[in-house]
């Protein structure tokens, strides 16, 4: 994170600004004749617009990021948003969480349902009190929230185990909900995640809970792309089959950024569990030597 930190800052500080390439050039227009600042005018246009194809850092739409620039005394700041031809952005597409007039901003690029990728602008404007200003720009490429999250199976069957009564529930995540088959895993830097879920008993009739006390379980990157959810309410009987409904809730990143229900993805699950063969009132397992007939040798 410090990292990620020391970069943004470092970024804002080198970006080259609008203001500063026009004002440059208002001082070089009063000395040469009006075809060649037509000409210089057209060459940083044209510089900018390919500076502009670029872009430092790289989000996915419904994170929150922060940033932040020098303080200077006496200073005032002033942050916005921006498309990709510096137009002012709609304003139903971010957040300004806190910050906005500050040195210190924090943003949420608000999740639009977008299909490609779209180039922002974050701009930052500093004015001295005697009225002059400078506008730096970060150049942010916002990338479809296309992750997902949802149960490996949509029935889940074990035996009675009375050892060992949580279930791991097998989950499938990836980057990318329109290829699941490719199976391409969320990044490390999107951990851990935070899932909540519900649970219901189908044989008692209860209605929905909670899981986990209400309190999102937390999951850790994993290497080979294997993870599971530890559910702890789900447990059996010695003597009846049980039969519990989970579903998926809410699902965030380390970013916040909410990993939303996409066409097709499996977000509830029948957990079955089955009770083991009965003698008596003791399980077959655990049955005493007296229930079983001797029949001598041979």
């Not at 246009?45 to 670029?54: H, S």
């Not at 990709?84 to 709609?90: L, R």
């Not at 290829?179 to 899932?195: A, C, H, M, N, R």
């Not at 066409?263 to 399980?283: F, K, V, Y």
């Amino acid at each position: 994170m410090a990292l990620a930190k020391n970069y943004l800052e470092l970024k804002l500080h080198n970006m080259k600004n609008y203001s500063d390439y026009f004002s440059c050039f208002k001082g070089f227009a009063s000395k040469v004749s009006n075809r060649v600042a037509t000409t210089a005018l057209f060459m940083v246009a044209a510089i900018t617009m390919g500076f502009a194809q670029e872009y430092d850092v790289s989000f996915i739409e419904g994170s929150v990021h922060s940033f932040n620039v020098e303080y200077h005394e006496g200073n005032s700041f002033v942050w916005a948003m921006h498309t990709a031809t510096f137009a002012e952005m709609d304003p139903l597409a971010y957040t300004f969480i806190e910050g906005q007039f500050e040195t210190n901003v924090t943003v949420k690029f608000n999740d639009m349902g977008r299909g490609v990728r779209e180039l922002v602008y974050l701009a930052v404007t500093e004015s001295r009190p005697e009225g002059c200003s400078t506008t730096r720009a970060l150049r942010i490429m916002l990338e479809p929230n296309n992750m997902y999250f949802e149960f490996a199976e949509e029935i889940s069957t074990d035996c009675f185990n009375p050892a060992d009564p949580n279930y791991q529930a097998s989950v499938n995540i990836g980057l990318d909900f329109n290829d699941k088959i490719s199976g391409t895993p969320i990044p490390e830097e999107y951990f851990p995640l935070q899932v909540s879920y519900q649970i219901r008993n189908l044989t008692a009739g209860t209605g929905f809970v909670d899981g986990n006390g209400g309190n999102p379980l937390v999951v850790a990157y994993n290497a080979d792309n294997n993870y599971s959810l530890l559910i702890t309410e789900a447990v059996g009987q010695r003597d009846q089959s049980t039969d519990y409904e989970l579903v998926i809730t809410t699902v965030t990143d380390k970013y916040q950024t909410v990993i939303t229900p996409n066409p097709g993805d499996n977000r509830t699950q029948r957990r079955i569990i089955i009770h083991l063969p009965q003698s008596g009132t003791m399980d077959m397992a655990l049955a005493y030597l007296s229930d079983i007939e001797y029949q001598g040798s041979r």
